[in-house]
């Protein structure tokens, strides 16, 4: 089955900088690769989404590119700001599966004001 | 964007009593349901598929015995943890898609 890595597991940035956050995953059907910002006791946020026909997406400051030969996809948030404050989540799906996803372990994003 | 609802968002229940959560597709039909789990601090996994009019598939590790699901319509997927276990204390979330994945509110079980 899949198997997604994470990395890295906490990460702490100072207001107005940029952060990225990396997966890996394993399974060369995968293609579809969706980020989720999840607040403490909250369902998962999408904030972004790319599929591996396309090798970059953006939106406003959230970026996501796709490297689809080394299997590994990365996110970007650019100018961050303290309610950028969370745990993210990578993971990986194949669009035929009704997007059954596989989940990377998370990433806790602290951004300091 | 397409809405999915599941009730209740917690609940507190006896060890050994059995408790169900249900997971609505409240604008759009789904033929599969995704049933996750989520321990503090940690990642979402999958549990199990559901299934419109036919059984759930299960992950490995996962007793189907002890988390029953139903997918008796094409917008209503229940978990119902039987015998539950202060172990069994745990977020669980539901997903359906359309184009995409969306989650339900999950569900906080506390087994006391």
């Known amino acids: 089955g899949e198997n997604v890595e994470q990395h890295p597991s906490t990460l702490s940035v100072q207001e107005g900088d940029s952060a990225v956050i990396k997966c890996t995953y394993s399974?060369?059907?995968?293609?579809?690769f969706p980020w989720y910002k999840q607040e403490l006791g909250k369902r998962p946020q999408l904030i972004i989404d790319?599929?591996?026909?396309?090798g970059e997406k953006k939106d406003q400051r959230i970026a996501v590119t796709l490297n689809k030969t080394a299997k590994h996809f990365s996110l970007h948030i650019t100018e961050t700001q303290p309610e950028d404050s969370a745990v993210y989540f990578c993971a990986a799906s194949w669009v035929g599966s009704n997007y059954k996803l596989t989940f990377g372990k998370g990433t806790l994003l602290t951004v300091n004001p | 964007g397409a809405v999915v609802s599941q009730h209740p968002s917690w609940v507190i229940c006896k060890s050994g009593t059995s408790v169900k959560i249900e997971c609505r597709s409240l604008?759009?039909?789904?033929?599969?349901m995704f049933w996750y789990r989520q321990f503090p601090k940690q990642s979402l996994m999958l549990m199990a598929t559901s299934n419109e009019g036919s059984k759930a598939t299960y992950e490995q590790g996962v007793e189907k015995d002890k988390f029953l699901i139903n997918h008796a319509s094409l917008t209503l997927s229940t978990l119902t943890v039987t015998s539950a276990h202060p172990e069994d204390s745990s977020f669980y979330i539901c997903?359906?898609?359309?184009?995409?994945?969306?989650f339900g509110q999950g569900t906080r079980l506390t087994v006391v």
């Open positions: 790319i599929r591996s026909n396309v």
């Open positions: 604008d759009f039909q789904a033929t599969t």
């Open positions: 399974d060369s059907a995968s293609n579809y």
């Open positions: 997903s359906a898609a359309q184009g995409k994945a969306f």
